[in-house]
Structure formats: structure tokens, C-alpha cells
């Protein structure tokens, strides 16, 4: 963003709307693709049209001449994107083994994004801008689309439940029809908290991806390499902690875990500001990146376990697109003509406030873990017992 913000002569608050503006039609379809992505007979199919789509609007990026050119491209992007998060956590939560969904969904969501697009993403595109330019790293961009849509044509396999309700839901599928409907997910309580979770999540992270660098480049005077490594940092959390969160919540609840583990990102935004050495700096981003893990638990896997195995990929759709639009869409933007008229770490204030709303929110889920729902099940089924027994 400093290179584009450079060579275009944009200000704090169109960097704001050109991050809104793929969460924007990322919001609306991925409501639509989740839904649609339960419909369609060949989820191969349809994810791999995804892909390749998105991949060229990125890469179609390194041809602008203008902030309006970009913004065009920034609203197609998140059209096809939008899609892709629903259909693959539908599938694997489908596939998925009760006691492992936190971990699948947790590693493919969370750990892969860091990965990929938190720890390689600021190197090698940081490195490809400085040295040849901005452009030629956007045209880099459809490499990786291009391979992930070959690898997925040939690997990827129709989902196959492993339980009785993964066994209705493909008996839906063959029919035809679904039984599932918005206002019967829209009226589950552990849905709409997940909106406002997800929703939290996305504008700590938006917020702090696109306004965290500026502040260290432009206020801190840090060079764009030793930025590309901090933010890699986080990065390197997001993908660590992305799957160990979600694996710890398999084992002592969704509850519990996304309360603990939520906090902790309040601190990430909050170290950018006021943490001054470089280093300890990536270590502190590292570390409070464990909150990712319950972003990727609040958009996808409670969700998941809270709907009829037909209704998922709506049941993902929903936060993920009504987070995108508040996370997404409305944060970067409300954040940048904040970071205007009051410095960029009020942007960053904003980001560690959007933590806290998502923590704050998770006290009130009801517990879908499989484990911890099994053993309250059993503990029920004894006292029953208890009860009925014949007493001396």
C-alpha cells in the first residue's frame, strides 16, 4: 500500500475504501455463493471458477491508471472471492470427524492464510515492488491462483459425510433441495453472535493490515523491508496459533477458548503503537496473533456445528459476509478518515476496539464443541439414571 499510495497520490481514506471495497461485494456474495455453493451438484467445479476468477481481477490490478481503475478491480475481486470461504468450510466441515473440525477448518482457514497471505505475501511482494515495481507484483499474483485451481481439479474430491447427518445432507443434495432456509439460521442465536465476532475480527485485522504499515513506515520512519518482516511476524502467528486455537477448542470448548485467546489480539494494534524496538515488536505481533485462531473459529466452525448439515454453507456465508461489510467494508474506510483528522494510531485504536467487541462477545455462545457437548450429554443421561434408581 505505501508504493501505491505513493505513485497514485491517494490519501488515508481512499486506502480505506479500496480495502472496503472487495470486503463490500465480498459481503453480498458470499451470502449468495454460500447459499448457492449448498445447491450446486459439483462444489469442484464451482470453487475452481472462483479461483481462476479472482486470480485474473488481481492480477488486472498491475494495469490501472487511476484510483477509480483500482477500486473497479478491488469489487470483483471480492465478487468472486466472496464465495470460495463458504464452499471449501462447508466441505470440510462436512467431511470432517466430530473431535478434528476445529483443527481442519482452523489449519485451512487460519494457518493457511497465514501462511501464504500473512508471512510469504509482505516478503515477496514488498521484494518484487522495490525491486522491479508495484504492478509487476500484482501481475505475480495469478501465479499462485492458477496453480491452487490445477491442484484443486485434480486432488480435490466431492464431499463424502462420515456421520448420520453428513448422510442427510447428501441425500438432500441428490434430491435436489435443501431444506435449509435463511430465517431458520438467521434465528440461531450462536449464528448471530457469530456475525458480530467475525465481525470484530475483521476490524481488528483490516484495520491493523492496512493501517499498521503505513504508521510504521511513515510515522516510524522503518524501512519497507524491516515493516515486510514485522508484519510477516504476524503472519507467522496468524498461521501457528490458526490451527492450535481451534485444536485446543476441540478439546476444552469453543467458549472458553475464543474468550482467553480473543484478548490477547486486543494487544496486537496496541504494540504497534507503543512498543518502539523492532524486535520485540515481531515477537509481540507474533504473539497476539493467537486471536486469529477465534476469528477463524467465529466465521466458520461454530457456525458450522450450529446448523443442519444442509444449511452450512449458508451458516458460514452469513458472518462471513455481514463481517466482511462491517470488518471489511465500513472499518478501513471509518478508520482511514479517522486516521486523517486524528493520526494514524487512532486507526489502530479502532482495530484493537473491534478485538475487544468480539471477546466481549463470546461469553454469551452456546458450547458446540463435540467433546464438551458429549460429556454434558453423559453427565444428563446419569442423572436420569440417578433419578429413577430405586432408593434404600
Not at 209 to 224: E, I, K
Request: net charge neutral.
Amino acid at each position: 500500500m505505501p508504493f501505491i499510495q505513493a505513485d497514485l497520490g491517494i490519501n488515508n481514506a481512499q486506502v480505506g475504501m479500496l480495502a472496503g471495497a472487495a470486503a463490500l461485494t465480498w459481503s453480498i456474495s458470499s451470502v449468495v455463493g454460500g447459499r448457492l455453493s449448498d445447491k450446486v451438484k459439483s462444489k469442484r467445479m464451482f470453487l475452481i471458477g472462483l479461483i481462476i476468477a479472482f486470480s485474473i481481477a488481481s492480477m488486472m490490478q498491475g494495469l490501472v491508471g487511476s484510483f477509480v481503475h483500482l477500486i473497479i478491480l478491488r469489487l470483483l475481486m471480492g465478487l468472486f472471492e466472496g464465495p470460495s470461504i463458504p464452499t471449501t468450510q462447508s466441505v470440510l466441515a462436512i467431511e470432517s470427524s466430530p473431535h478434528r473440525r476445529g483443527f481442519n477448518l482452523g489449519l485451512t482457514m487460519n494457518t493457511a492464510n497465514g501462511l501464504f497471505g500473512s508471512i510469504l505475501a509482505p516478503i515477496v511482494i514488498v521484494a518484487i515492488s522495490q525491486a522491479f515495481d508495484w504492478r509487476i507484483a500484482f501481475f505475480f499474483t495469478v501465479l499462485p491462483g492458477l496453480i491452487i485451481a490445477f491442484f484443486v481439479w485434480k486432488i480435490m474430491r466431492e464431499p463424502e459425510p462420515h456421520d448420520e447427518a453428513g448422510s442427510d445432507y447428501a441425500a438432500e443434495l441428490k434430491d435436489g433441495h435443501s431444506r435449509g432456509e435463511i430465517r431458520q439460521v438467521l434465528s440461531n442465536r450462536n449464528v448471530i453472535l457469530s456475525v458480530i465476532m467475525f465481525g470484530g475480527f475483521m476490524v481488528y485485522l483490516i484495520v491493523l493490515q492496512v493501517y499498521a504499515p503505513l504508521l510504521m513506515t511513515n510515522m516510524r520512519g522503518l524501512s519497507p523491508t524491516t515493516m515486510s518482516l514485522i508484519m510477516s511476524a504476524f503472519g507467522l502467528g496468524t498461521a501457528l496459533w490458526g490451527f492450535i486455537v481451534p485444536m485446543l477448542s476441540d478439546k476444552f470448548g469453543r467458549k472458553p477458548i475464543a474468550v482467553i485467546f480473543g484478548l490477547l489480539s486486543v494487544l496486537a494494534p496496541l504494540s504497534v503503537i507503543y512498543v518502539e524496538n523492532t524486535a520485540l515488536l515481531g515477537l509481540c505481533v507474533f504473539v497476539f496473533a493467537a486471536g486469529m485462531g477465534v476469528g477463524g473459529m467465529a466465521m466458520s466452525v461454530i457456525p458450522a456445528e450450529s446448523v443442519a448439515p444442509a444449511m452450512i454453507g449458508l451458516a458460514v456465508g452469513i458472518p462471513t459476509g455481514l463481517g466482511e461489510f462491517i470488518g471489511g467494508f465500513l472499518s478501513p474506510i471509518v478508520a482511514g478518515i479517522v486516521a486523517d483528522a486524528q493520526g494514524l494510531p487512532a486507526a489502530l485504536m479502532i482495530s484493537a476496539g473491534g478485538a475487544l467487541v468480539a471477546s466481549i462477545t463470546a461469553l454469551f455462545l452456546k458450547e458446540t464443541a463435540p467433546s464438551k457437548i458429549g460429556k454434558a450429554t453423559e453427565a444428563a443421561k446419569a442423572d436420569v439414571a440417578e433419578d429413577l434408581s430405586p432408593r434404600a
